[in-house]
């Protein structure tokens, strides 16, 4: 004797639900497509170009020099390592993943690096990719703010580049003679200017 088969009858109430359900799927998944294509072929270029932005930044990093000395062999302008210090505010997060507070971080920037921390928390909630917080940082700071994000957990986001900064030991002593550099470490007066070729190209010169 064979099974009888179970018939399930579904009435117009059932049918109205499983209606609606469908529907709501459907228009679901036709706003899911376009949304897809708007972003792919609408937004797709100007996406990608902040994308791009987000991860590269321009960084100038100024080259060593020769050093200068007097008849006596004491040094009169020497360059020394320094550090340039970047950031992206989007990308600052901690070891599990949550992004820093904007605040915090103006806090520690300011702290460390003397900043107003006015203007420094208004560049990090403005600034959509990476820029440069502290130029010619030296050691001492640098040890700072790795301390600082090592007790803080923040493994991202910020970026220690090596740099060059100008130094001259007798300060005012025969300014006039030795001159000065420039922001990107190039000769502007003085020997610095003259001799700018030779200080540049052979950072182990001695002048």
């Not at 469908?22 to 679901?28: A, D, H, P, R």
Request: net charge positive; glycine share 6%; charged share 25%.
């Amino acid at each position: 004797m064979g099974r009888k088969r179970r018939i399930i009858k579904i009435d117009n109430l059932g049918k109205k639900k499983l209606t609606a359900c469908l529907s709501v799927g459907f228009i679901l998944l036709l706003l899911l497509i376009i949304r897809i294509g708007v972003l792919q072929f609408v937004q797709g270029a100007n996406l990608k170009e902040i994308a791009v932005k987000n991860q590269l930044a321009s960084k100038t990093i100024t080259p060593n020099r020769g050093t200068i000395y007097d008849s006596t062999g004491k040094a009169l302008a020497i360059s020394a390592e320094v550090d340039t210090v970047s950031v992206n505010p989007s990308k600052v997060k901690y070891s599990n993943g949550s992004e820093v507070n904007k605040e915090i971080l103006a806090h520690a920037f300011s702290d460390i690096f003397k900043l107003d921390y006015s203007e420094t928390l208004e560049k990090l909630n403005t600034k959509t990719s990476t820029f440069i917080i502290a130029e010619k940082v030296e050691n001492d700071k640098i040890t700072a703010l790795e301390e600082w994000m090592k007790n803080n957990k923040v493994t991202s986001g910020i970026s220690i580049d090596g740099d060059t900064k100008r130094y001259y030991p007798y300060n005012n002593l025969a300014s006039n003679l030795i001159g000065f550099t420039g922001a990107e470490n190039s000769g502007l007066a003085g020997l610095e200017a003259t001799l700018d070729d030779i200080l540049a190209r052979n950072p182990t010169e001695k002048i």
